[in-house]
């Protein structure tokens, strides 16, 4: 039987966890030699190579991949195990919950405080603040439990290979305008009506949230936007629009926690809608993750019950179009 233990499998999801050797012995709280050695151990008794290794990250080589997959699970259950005869000796780490900062609907209080509120033995949960292009990554190399990903219907789905996602909601969206601009006033407009109208890009995205952000998701190839400067982030955005330079598309929600004397906020009736995900690494089994899941779909469901049509317009339930 080959000579594994559990320490060295411990370290080697940390490794793969943080991408590197340095960072995996501070989560450790051991020497960065310590892991070094215990790898290599391991890589010995199970006469493969788990970690390419380079000067910038390491990460899992095809076999490795498959390993931290199926040791994720047996840690899970030997946590599991212990808990149900010794509860005080399992260490719970935090739950990883990563998103964009402003893409929460005013949400995640509620998500936090559903599940901080299920259960004494709730772990905390650290919030990871990311781009939306990184979300998915992050929880595909296990840097984090759970993502929330905001964008256009399905989204680019290159960015959910390898987790599972489940739809949480969907919300209107709307064009960011200057405050004096001629459109501004009116109650709602159609796409046509801004295709004069410069369109920030959002060059830092990948394609399919660049033409979601300039509205151009619906428009044939003839109808191509307009083009205007780029932004990098909302805050650039926000500040372009103000100094007329061009407009832009957000979810309703994004767009009122923004809102500014200096621009205008209108609705628009036929753009695509903005959707929300929840996603998490595919196979998980931990109780914890499920639970943070379950919190987000809940917090969800109430917000519909209580909010005007206009801000959420539904909310998907479990088992809709899981992929």
């Known amino acids: 039987m080959t000579d594994v233990d559990l320490r060295q499998l411990r370290t080697f999801v940390a490794v793969a966890e943080c991408g590197s050797f340095t960072d995996a012995a501070a989560l450790l709280e051991v020497s960065q030699p310590s892991v070094s050695r215990g790898i290599a151990a391991l890589e010995r008794a199970l006469d493969v190579r788990l970690l390419d290794r380079?000067?910038?990250?390491?990460?899992?080589?095809?076999?490795?991949?498959?390993?931290?997959?199926e040791?994720?699970?047996?840690?899970?259950?030997?946590?599991?195990?212990?808990?149900?005869?010794?509860?005080?000796?399992?260490r719970r780490r935090a739950l990883r919950f990563a998103l964009k900062a402003d893409s929460d609907a005013g949400l995640l209080p509620?998500?936090?405080?559903?599940?901080?509120?299920?259960?004494?033995?709730?772990?905390?949960?650290?919030?990871?603040?990311?781009?939306?292009s990184e979300l998915a990554d992050l929880v595909r190399r296990g840097a984090a439990d759970v993502a929330l990903v905001v964008g256009p219907d399905h989204g680019d789905t290159r960015l959910f290979h390898g987790v599972e996602?489940?739809?949480?909601?969907?919300?209107?969206?709307?064009?960011?305008?200057?405050a004096g601009h001629e459109l501004a006033a009116r109650g709602v407009l159609a796409r046509a009506d801004l295709d004069d109208e410069p369109v920030l890009a959002w060059p830092d995205l990948p394609p399919?949230?660049?033409?979601?952000?300039?509205?151009?998701?619906?428009l044939p190839p003839?109808?191509?936007?307009?083009p205007g400067p780029a932004a990098r982030n909302l805050a650039e955005a926000l500040r372009l629009v103000e100094l007329g330079?061009?407009?832009?598309?957000?979810?309703?929600?994004v767009a009122e926690r923004s809102r500014r004397p200096t621009v205008a906020v209108v609705p628009v009736d036929d753009l695509s809608a903005s959707v929300a995900y929840v996603a998490w690494r595919e196979g998980s089994r931990d109780r914890a993750i499920a639970a943070l899941l379950e919190a987000t779909l809940a917090a969800a469901s109430a917000r519909r019950a209580e909010a005007p049509a206009a801000v959420v317009r539904s909310v998907y339930r479990p088992g809709s179009t899981s992929r």
Do not use: I
């Not at 699970?73 to 509860?87: F, G, Q």
């Not at 399919?208 to 619906?218: F, H, I, P, Q, T």
């Not at 003839?222 to 307009?226: I, L, V």
């Open 165 to 178: 996602v489940e739809p949480v909601w969907r919300e209107s969206r709307v064009a960011v305008l200057p």
């Open 208 to 218: 399919s949230y660049d033409r979601y952000y300039r509205g151009a998701d619906r």
């Open 245 to 253: 330079r061009g407009v832009t598309f957000l979810p309703l929600s």
């Open 54 to 69: 380079n000067t910038r990250e390491c990460v899992p080589t095809v076999e490795g991949a498959r390993f931290l997959a």
């Open 222 to 226: 003839e109808r191509a936007p307009r």
């Open 110 to 132: 509620e998500v936090l405080a559903r599940f901080a509120a299920d259960g004494a033995d709730r772990p905390a949960v650290e919030l990871v603040f990311a781009e939306t």
């Open 71 to 90: 040791v994720r699970v047996a840690l899970d259950a030997v946590d599991r195990a212990v808990a149900s005869v010794a509860p005080s000796r399992v």
